[in-house]
């Protein structure tokens, strides 16, 4: 009990007992250089869950909308210490999220030599802004004509503090920032950024409109990664390095074993062939000695087909990966369909009663 009075006492300094029993505390708690009135009334028998807490009108209004919490704590916490402790940590959280609900705006100059900065830069080029001008996207077209975005975040600084920037590149996009950068000097590492990735979209480009790919159905700019229909219930998934987009990617195969060990022969028979002067989807023909299904002739349904446990392609956002061997069967299922099928009860009891007719005629 002395230990956590002591540890209360150097916690909060502030919140002192109002007599012998100490089931009155008052005083203040300090969060962020402000401290509050406060008075926590205990039970006789010390338990927190039956306290009482009263708050001053200017702590009550910053914990406006965290009663539900303040009361959940007290109940659980297995002392005074503990429960002041977690009212501080709520209580910083509180004022946080009211600094930021009621920041005061910007100086004029900041939206001045914000438009300043956009129209320099070219209005057609801004695709977004808020009524804050905290928030502004910007497009930008690359030398084989697809459109990429740059979202910014702007903050209160801004230009002293850098703005947070969002795009949909495959590698981190890292802008460097000084006090005197400004959107232009931003806009100029996203073009550069930009044309350094060119290749790689365009591999991934070549992939999307001549072959079936199943995964992922949209894939965004920054994805690596394409499951590619080779056949009937077998694919290939590569994952292509954006830095070095035409060297030999990461590659393995999804089918029946029977179907997939070829191609395995193939890629590590074939492998010298690849040539980092030809596309990934050219290398790929030569290396497995294939053609790819094409898009003109065949429709994406040839070659998916549902899982043969709960009859869907998709199952939230997966679709059927791991293939019976069985050279007459070849029915694709999910893997966690197989899981769960594995594991239920009834799956069990078949697996017994199995054995128990596989005992019976040997016994017989």
Known sequence: MAVTEASLLRQCPLLLPQNRSKTVYEGFISAQGRDFHLKVVLPEDLQLKNARLLCSWQLRTILNGYHQIVQQRMQHSPDLMSFMMELKMLLEVALKNRQELYAPPPPPQFYSSLIEEIGTLGWDRLVYVDTCFSTIKLKAEDASGREHLITLKLKAKYPAESPDCFVDFPVPFSASWTPQSSLISIYSQFLAAIESLKAFWDVMDEIDEKTWVLEPEKPPRSATARRIALGNNVSINIEVDPRHPTMLPECFFLGADHVVKPLGIKLSR???????????????????EIDFPARAILEKSDFTMDCGICY?????????????????????????????????????????EGRKSIQNIFMD
């Open 270 to 288: 074939n492998i010298h062939l690849w040539d980092p002067e030809n596309s990934v989807l050219q290398n790929l023909k030569d290396v497995l």
């Open 312 to 352: 869907a392609y998709q199952l939230d956002g997966a679709i059927p990966d791991q293939v019976c061997d069985n050279s007459q069967c070849g029915q694709p299922f999910h893997q966690i369909c197989l899981y769960e099928l594995l594991m239920s009860g009834e799956m069990s009891r078949s697996i017994q």
